[in-house]
Antibody
Framework: EVQLVESGGGLVQPGGSLRLSCAASGLTVSSNYMSWVRQAPGKGLEWVSI???????YYADSVKGRFTISRDNPKNTLHLQMNSLRAEDTAVYYC????????????WGQGTLVTVSS | DIQMTQSPSSLSASVGDRVTITCRASQSINNYLNWYQQKPGKAPKLLIYAASSLQSGVPSRFSGSGSGTDFTLTISSLRPEDFATYSC?????????FGQGTKLEIK
């Protein structure tokens, strides 16, 4: 059974940094396409970033240049380094596996809340 | 970027009703369309992928159809546990955009 467990969320001031982690079990992060999706309070889902198994990474325009997705293969963990945080980055952040069948997110973590506020 | 537009934004229905939610893409995405169900405080759950393929373990009262730019999610006979928010997502190319969601409420 696949389990994804996010951690690292919290309250941070505008301009600050935070690093999210997603510990995986039941799947190997290095051989899967892994993604971050966020949801601002009361809003819809927003795709943030993806890392392909070959190493390519892609980002939403709203976070490009500020966020970095990476993998720690020995620890089977996905990370999201978030710098220069803004109030509009406040959201629940989910990690999810991007299944290659048709590009669906078939496994999700429970989410971690990031609040950017002074 | 491909824009995904769902309608309606909210819907009231009764147990046993048949409901249909529509998702429209701003350009053709072939069949690269997925549907998710989300309950308050919970992560999204994959229901349908490739526009019409039922994810393992999802009840057969859920179905999807469409191709190109217009897609529908149908619930044939609503059960109490189906009241939730439903979102579509295109996986044709990055950014992998979602619709704004349709909140299905009990009438």
């Amino acid at each position: 059974e696949v389990q994804l467990v996010e951690s690292g969320g919290g309250l941070v001031q505008p301009g600050g940094s935070l690093r999210l982690s997603c510990a995986a079990s039941g799947l190997t992060v290095s051989s899967n396409y892994m993604s971050w999706v966020r949801q601002a309070p009361g809003k819809g889902l927003e795709w943030v970033s993806i890392t392909y198994s070959g190493g390519s990474t892609y980002y939403a325009d709203s976070v490009k240049g500020r966020f970095t997705i990476s993998r720690d293969n020995p620890k089977n963990t996905l990370h999201l380094q978030m710098n220069s945080l803004r109030a509009e980055d406040t959201a629940v952040y989910y990690c999810a596996r991007f299944r290659l069948t048709w590009g669906e997110f078939d496994s999700w973590g429970q989410g971690t809340l990031v609040t950017v506020s002074s | 970027d491909i824009q995904m537009t769902q309608s309606p934004s909210s819907l009231s229905a009764s147990v046993g009703d048949r409901v249909t939610i529509t998702c429209r893409a701003s350009q053709s995405i072939n069949n690269y369309l997925n549907w998710y169900q989300q309950k308050p405080g919970k992560a999204p759950k994959l229901l349908i992928y490739a526009a019409s393929s039922l994810q393992s373990g999802v009840p057969s009262r859920f179905s999807g159809s469409g191709s190109g730019t217009d897609f529908t999610l149908t619930i044939s006979s609503l059960r109490p546990e189906d009241f939730a928010t439903y979102s579509c997502q295109q996986s044709y190319n990055t950014p992998y955009t979602f619709g704004q969601g349709t909140k299905l409420e009990i009438k």
